[in-house]
């Protein structure tokens, strides 16, 4: 089993930054994905961003230029900086972890863009 822990949502202007952060941890054997997804009150649960085990990261095209993932293999931990929130950001976020074919989801963080 592997277990997540988020931390860094909470509420901000629009225009403001955030940084989420959500480390692995239990019976890890190789990680291969690590994301994060947003689900907002009555939508779907959407992928944002996601990085492979060899750094290469992809964005949903709401996010390009204003959000950036990033992990450190080390410890397990992948990052995403928020840069210039809108409103439309506000969500709770989920980090995804693939771990051999195993999903993993972390409990959710809210993040909330407003003034």
């Known amino acids: 089993q592997v277990q997540l822990v988020e931390s860094g949502g909470g509420l901000v202007q629009p225009g403001g930054s955030l940084r989420l952060s959500c480390t692995a941890s239990?019976?890890?054997?190789?990680?291969?994905?690590m994301g994060w997804y947003r689900q907002a009150p009555g939508k779907q649960r959407e992928l944002v961003a996601g990085i492979t085990g060899g750094g290469s990261p992809n964005y949903a095209d709401s996010v390009k230029g204003r959000f950036t993932i990033s992990r450190v293999n080390a410890n397990n931990t992948v990052y995403l900086q928020m840069n210039d929130l809108k409103p439309e950001d506000t969500a709770v976020y989920y980090c995804?972890?693939?771990?051999?074919?195993?999903?993993?989801w972390g409990q959710g963080t809210q993040v909330t863009v407003s003034s």
């Open positions: 995804n972890v693939i771990e051999v074919i195993n999903y993993y």
């Open positions: 239990g019976s890890i054997f190789s990680i291969n994905f």
